[in-house]
């Protein structure tokens, strides 16, 4: 191997150590997350931190109850600022609507105007046109008959008019940045501005469809929305309490299932009663809250209807609180660091390579 193998860049092909090198800046990158990486199950969503006063969305991620108030308050402000930029963006599309309708409507009176001065000497030579509603019918148009003005034709001919005066106007601004160039990186100053931009005001004719803002949920998954009335209690039954600590608090201990008193956490899946807050895990869930759920699966024979409605009826295993079955959420929980437990994997985007 010559002194300067991994670094010959005069070579025709791109070598084994060219293009380690070169993944290593270049394209997406991605990383398999560890154990380490993992939320807990008990943890906020926003701090990372076991959750003080838990409260989950409707969707079943978990927050502390100070962490969720504030984000909240945040994109309530967030969104109060966008509405008012939304706002000003839409009186300026309204002014760029009204400025391309008069610079139109000035350029359809020119050309008026210019052509009235061509054609002013031999406007009494020139023939008469048949109206169309004349022609469509067959019959000849009588010589005594009165010129009928229409003032529906006349205002869509002006439109007509005004419609291609304005693009004509969006290709001369179009064609006129494309020579001057100083500072390209500017939306105003690229080529297309011109022509696109003018084109899309126009279409949108000075309306703007209302944005739904509204505060949207930060635990992940897929998107939706997040209110202060949707926040729901989390009450997680602790086994035995903890040891005194150097700062004289106590750890509450291990979170458990109050059923059957199974230690909770990442690998179990966990279900939240939202009239009691009690956390329940999937084992007694289905075969104590819900118990018909165990039941179908292990047979599929018909049932009769006072069967069907004794069966809609859940019931927590903790306070015989009645449950519906949009009651019962599932707490929302990270993987476990292992192949089949947790498929997480995290990608950053980047160029990719050019040479």
């Not at 007509?160 to 001369?172: F, H, L, S």
């Not at 001057?180 to 005001?201: H, I, K």
């Not at 009826?313 to 959420?329: E, N, P, Y």
């Amino acid at each position: 191997m010559t002194k300067h193998s991994k670094n010959n860049t005069a070579s025709s092909i791109f070598s084994y150590a060219e293009y380690r090198k070169a993944s290593a800046e270049y394209g997406t990158k991605r990383q398999r997350l560890g154990n380490e990486s993992m939320r807990r199950f008990d943890a906020c969503s926003l701090c990372l931190q076991t959750a003080r006063e838990p409260v989950c969305c409707k969707d079943g991620h978990l927050f502390c109850k100070e962490c969720a108030v504030n984000d909240l308050l945040s994109q309530k402000q967030d969104l109060k600022r966008q509405k008012e930029k939304a706002e000003q963006i839409k009186k300026e599309i309204e002014a760029e609507v009204e400025r391309a309708k008069a610079a139109a409507r000035e350029r359809v009176l020119q050309d008026f105007e210019r052509g009235q001065l061509g054609l002013a000497s031999s406007s009494s030579s020139l023939p008469a046109v048949p109206s169309a509603e004349s022609s469509s019918a067959g019959t000849k148009r009588p010589f005594s008959t009165a010129f009928e003005f229409s003032p529906s034709h006349v205002s869509d001919l002006v439109a007509q008019a005004e419609e291609a005066a304005a693009r004509a106007i969006a290709k001369e601004q179009a064609e006129a940045a494309k020579g001057v160039l100083p500072d390209f990186w500017l939306p105003s100053l690229t080529p297309t501005f011109g022509g696109v931009a003018q084109r899309d005001v126009l279409a949108a004719g000075g309306k703007s469809s209302e944005l739904k803002m509204t505060a949207v949920c930060r635990g992940g998954g897929d998107r939706h929305s997040f209110a202060l009335k949707d926040l729901i209690s989390v009450k997680f039954t602790y086994h035995t309490e903890g040891k005194e600590g150097a700062t004289g608090s106590k750890d509450p201990g291990e979170a458990v299932c109050p059923s059957c008193m199974k230690k909770l956490s990442n690998n179990v899946i966990m279900f939240l009663m939202k009239p009691c807050s009690h956390v329940v895990c999937r084992t007694c869930t289905e075969t104590l809250v819900r118990p018909e759920t165990a039941a179908s699966k292990s047979s599929s024979a018909p049932k009769d209807e006072g069967a069907s409605r004794k069966e809609e009826t859940h019931v927590c295993v903790v306070c015989d609180v009645r449950l519906k079955k949009k009651d019962i959420i599932e707490l929302k929980r990270e993987g476990t660091g292992f192949a089949s437990g947790g498929l997480a994997e995290t990608s950053r985007g980047g160029i990719s390579f050019q040479g």
